[in-house]
């Protein structure tokens, strides 16, 4: 069974080193197999990898029990749905894309700037929905 979970390299935490459960370990190597460069940090009660996958970066939060809570994936644009590039292109220069996937449930995150430079948080659904937009 260790063999299985070599693929950890660092594992940090608050207050000192910290492994995750085997069952967290378990259910990660399940769910993004051929993940690289893993760092695993505790917060509470849950424990968060960050790690790289098809040189996408990614951060994975899971329960000590092992179920994966959410995930985020940084984007380039490339990567977006027609949808969002639509809704995103007439924002403005798109700074930074994540989407977001909790329990079965996607939204894409943006950072945007307008034409004077002011800068944007914008959430919308799959389809390209705006859920909020507000200034930073």
């Given at each position: 069974?260790?063999?299985?979970?070599?693929?950890?390299?660092?594992?940090?935490g608050?207050?000192?080193?910290?492994r995750?459960?085997?069952?967290?370990?378990?259910?990660?190597?399940?769910?993004?197999?051929?993940?690289?460069?893993i760092?695993?940090?505790?917060?509470?009660?849950?424990?968060?990898?960050v790690f790289?996958?098809?040189?996408?970066?990614?951060?994975?939060?899971?329960?000590?029990s092992?179920?994966?809570?959410?995930?985020?994936?940084?984007?380039?644009?490339d990567?977006?749905?027609a949808?969002?590039?639509?809704?995103?292109?007439k924002?403005?220069?798109?700074m930074?894309?994540?989407?977001?996937?909790?329990k079965?449930?996607?939204?894409?995150?943006?950072i945007?700037r307008?034409?004077?430079?002011?800068?944007?948080?914008?959430?919308?659904?799959?389809?390209?929905n705006?859920?909020v937009e507000?200034?930073?």
């Open positions: 069974m260790k063999k299985a979970f070599s693929f950890v390299t660092r594992v940090f608050a207050g000192g080193d910290v995750p459960s085997d069952r967290c370990l378990k259910s990660f190597n399940l769910n993004f197999e051929g993940a690289r460069n760092e695993w940090f505790k917060t509470g009660s849950f424990y968060e990898a790289y996958k098809d040189n996408v970066e990614f951060i994975a939060v899971f329960s000590a092992g179920k994966l809570q959410e995930y985020k994936m940084y984007l380039p644009f990567f977006l749905p949808p969002i590039k639509k809704e995103l292109e924002k403005g220069e798109i930074n894309i994540v989407l977001v996937n909790k079965n449930s996607i939204i894409y995150e943006a945007y307008d034409r004077d430079l002011n800068r944007y948080l914008i959430l919308l659904t799959e389809f390209g705006i859920i507000k200034p930073l």
